[in-house]
C-alpha cells in the first residue's frame, strides 16, 4: 500500500482484472484473423462425415486441436528463440507466409493431381497444419510479448474458441443448403 497520497491516506489500486480480460479480448481477436478460414475447412469436412463417415466428427474435432496445438507450439519455441533477436527484426516475420506462398505457387505443375480425401485425425490436423502458416507468422510476435499469465489466458482462449470453431462448422455442416453447396450431388430440398 502506498501511504503518500495527497490526503495521507492510503491510495489503493483495483484488481488488475483488466490485464486478463484485456489479454482475452486480443488472444480472440487474433484467433479469429487467423482462423476465420478454419471454419470453411472444417465445414467441408464435417460434410464429408455426414456422406460418407470419413473422417468421423471426433477425429475433426481431435484433430484440430492437434493442429492448432501444434501450431501454438511452434509459434511459441519460436516466439522464444527470437528473444535474443531485436525488436525491428522480428516485424520480418510477417514475409514468411508470402515467401512459403511464392514457393508453392512456383512448385506447382500442371499434372498435379488434386489432393487426398482426409481420413482421419491425423489428416485433418495436417490440414490444419498446411493451412497455418498464417497462424505462426501472427503468433511468433505476440507470443514474444506475452508474460506467462498472458500467455496462460491466450491458451485457454484459443482452447475455447476451437471448440466454437468445431460447434458452428458442425452446425453448419449439418445444414442442408451449405451441404447443398459443398456437395452438388446432394439434392436440395
Known sequence: M??????????????????????????ALVFTATNIDDVVVLTVLFVAARRTGRPRPRHIVAGQYLGIGALVA???????????????????????????????????????????????????AGVTIANGADNIAVYVPVFRSLDPAAGLVWLLVFAALV?????????????????GLVDPTRTRR
Open 2 to 27: 502506498d501511504h503518500g497520497g495527497p490526503t495521507g491516506r492510503p491510495n489503493r489500486t483495483l484488481p488488475r482484472v483488466t490485464e486478463p480480460l484485456a489479454a482475452a479480448a486480443a488472444a
Open 74 to 124: 511452434a509459434a511459441a519455441v519460436a516466439a522464444a528463440g527470437l528473444l535474443v533477436v531485436p525488436d525491428p527484426w522480428t516485424g520480418l516475420l510477417g514475409l514468411l507466409p508470402i515467401a512459403l506462398g511464392v514457393r508453392a505457387l512456383l512448385a506447382r505443375s500442371a499434372d498435379d493431381e488434386p489432393p487426398a480425401v482426409v481420413g482421419g485425425l491425423l489428416g485433418v
Open 163 to 179: 471448440a466454437a470453431w468445431c460447434a458452428v462448422a458442425a452446425r453448419l455442416g449439418g445444414h442442408p443448403q451449405v451441404v
